[in-house]
């Protein structure tokens, strides 16, 4: 069957598929299942594994619970917990109910949680065992109840057919299948592409929450486009590790959605993932690709890369042209194992990866990529293969999605980017005014990103809109670009460039363990942070060079796709 329709957007071939064209999302769940039902399915990180049919019993009691609370198609059920494969669970019971999941990063605080909770008029919550711990119940009056993400049990009830469900849930799970549950047993929500299947909060904060009304068209979009372009070039039983927060679209869709509609194998960190944990978790797993966010590559490069290869010896022979190719395959090797060693590519998302880390990856041939995307496009917007990988862009525009710049040069003047296409949400709840800046007339999300796009499509991010700078002579300074430079200077960690009057000024946080594996003093310091100014403005134009640098004693609060949270510093 012709799936889509062809169209073309500037410098770039796409593939939108008309709405009449799109299959159920939920089909490609029961699929999955169906098809793998005796394969392991989701493992909670050396805990236990549950395979596809269990997957499915565990769905299907969740259901039965639904219905004794009353949950209608429509109605909103939250979850807020750290990654699991009972997170995982609720998240799929919801929409093959045909309920609205409300997914909450856990990392919110209580009243960013009940404000979530309340704004989106969710009936049940979903809590882990540590936000269980901090929420207050009674801000949260219209709850129908609270239930424990480890085992289903309930926490706060308000509902007697919901309490008596619970208690008797195996006997009505019986009763229901007397001859033992089965893949034909399988009668799920149909959905249809512009029905709303999930609220995506951009931010907790009462004022400045944006719920992202996303359809399941926005979901089959993402999860087509990884299976036709991804699945080909992955293992048939691929393994995944959950990293990112699933709470967070990136995360959600590339390393819990499309593996498990693949019939992968996912493992959760269900624990803060330090970097230590996770270079183990990639040893012991050993995914068939690794999703992650710059800080993470970042951090893995700098502490068990580097030290092993910047040694004299090695930097002399790397300079020998005879040798330094062998030199290179054995880097990459290097490089290669503290990921596990069986990734088909690291693919980077979320914010920019320093250049200083890319070049040294792209040298020694390392299969790294970078993709683009909102949570308002859920959230691809553009990606690119490694074999297609341009240094310094983020991909071309995605299947199902046109991209264009508003520029009137867009392959050199920087313009707003905008998209359009199946991934595309339907807008934020209950935020008309939000809606209409960022949705126009003709279906354009307007990112508030800026870039440019190359005559083969391939898309370049200069900064985001609301970062420009504003020179002293009136030029536009994108700070992005600066910070890429600081942070590979000598004792930087975390970096970003705020504007003080006429003046730009960087504030640093230090690499914290050299400072004091080195022995440094603070005047020591200082003195390097000067002298990283000096060495910086020789490389930047008069207009966006730095006057000060400020260093900070504490880490930056971050969001949780661990970019720094610009407005608290300006």
């Known amino acids: 069957m012709q799936m889509c329709r062809k169209g073309i957007t500037f410098a770039q071939n796409f593939e939108i598929c008309a709405m009449n064209d799109i299959p159920s999302f939920n089909s490609l769940i029961v699929q999955s299942i169906k098809d793998n039902w005796l394969l392991d399915a989701l493992t909670d990180y050396k805990g236990s594994t549950l395979q596809y049919h269990d997957v499915a019993r565990k769905i299907e009691k969740l259901h039965i619970m639904m219905k004794a609370a009353g949950i209608e198609k429509g109605d909103r059920v939250a979850v807020c917990g750290r990654n699991s494969a009972h997170w995982a669970v609720v998240f799929l019971a919801t929409l093959t109910y045909g309920a609205v999941v409300v997914p909450i990063l856990h990392e919110f605080n209580a009243e960013q949680i009940h404000n979530i ?132 679209m990136y995360g959600q869709a590339i390393e819990f959605l499309f593996p498990f509609c693949s019939g992968y194998h996912l493992f959760f ?65 290097e490089v290669y194992a ?38 308002e496009c859920a959230p691809l917007i553009s990606y690119s293969d490694y074999h297609d990988f341009v240094s310094g862009s983020c991909g071309t525009p995605v299947n199902h999605m046109e991209v264009k710049i508003l520029s009137p040069d867009p392959q050199h003047i920087a313009g707003e980017i905008v998209t359009r296409g199946t991934n595309v949400m339907l807008g934020y709840y209950k935020n008309e005014e939000a809606t209409n800046k960022a949705l126009d007339k003709d279906g354009w999300y307007h990112t508030g990103d800026l870039g440019t796009m190359s005559a083969d499509g391939h898309i370049f991010i200069r900064g985001r809109s609301k970062n420009m700078l504003l020179g002293a002579n009136g030029q536009n300074v994108y700070p992005e670009e600066i910070e890429d430079k600081l942070s590979s200077m000598t004792m930087v960690s975390e970096c970003i460039v705020v504007q003080r009057g006429d ?68």
């Open 503 to 570: 003046n730009l000024v960087a504030l640093v946080y230090p690499d914290m363990d050299e400072v004091k594996e080195m022995g440094f003093t603070s005047t020591d310091l200082l003195n390097i942070m000067e002298q990283n100014r000096q060495q910086l403005n020789d490389v930047l134009p008069p207009y966006s060079r730095i006057q000060a640098i400020e260093v900070r004693k504490e880490e930056f609060e971050k969001t949780p796709k661990k970019s720094i949270k610009r407005y608290l510093y300006k």
């Open 269 to 333: 960190l269900t624990r803060l993932p330090s970097p230590a944990i996770i270079a183990e978790a990639f040893k012991t797993v050993k995914p068939s690709l690794v999703v992650a966010v710059p800080l993470i590559i970042e951090k893995i490069i700098r502490k068990r890369v580097f030290p092993k290869i910047q040694s004299n010896a090695i930097k002399i022979l790397l300079q020998m042209p005879v040798v330094s190719k062998k030199v290179k395959e054995r880097i990459c090797q």
């Open 117 to 248: 909770v309340n704004h989106s008029e969710s009936k049940l919550l979903f809590v882990g065992d540590y936000v269980v711990n901090i929420i207050d119940p009674k801000e949260m009056p219209h709850l129908e109840g609270i239930l424990n993400l480890p085992d289903f049990s309930l926490h706060t009830c308000h509902n007697e057919q919901l309490m008596n469900a619970r208690e008797h849930l195996n006997q009505l799970f019986g009763e229901k299948y007397p001859r033992a549950f089965r893949a034909t047993d399988i009668h799920w929500h149909v959905d249809e592409p512009e029905e709303l299947c999930m609220l995506n909060y951009t931010s907790g904060t009462t004022g400045f929450s944006k719920g992202v009304m996303l359809p399941y068209r926005s979901l089959w979009g993402n999860v087509d486009f990884c299976i036709t372009q991804l699945g080909p070039l992955l293992p048939k039983y691929s393994k995944m590790l959950s990293i990112l927060p699933m709470a967070h």
């Open 338 to 375: 503290a990921f596990g060693g069986e990734a088909y590519e690291v693919i980077v998302g979320g914010a920019p990866l320093n250049q200083e880390i890319e070049h040294f990856l792209r040298d020694i041939d390392f299969p790294i990529t970078t993709g683009y995307g909102t949570t």
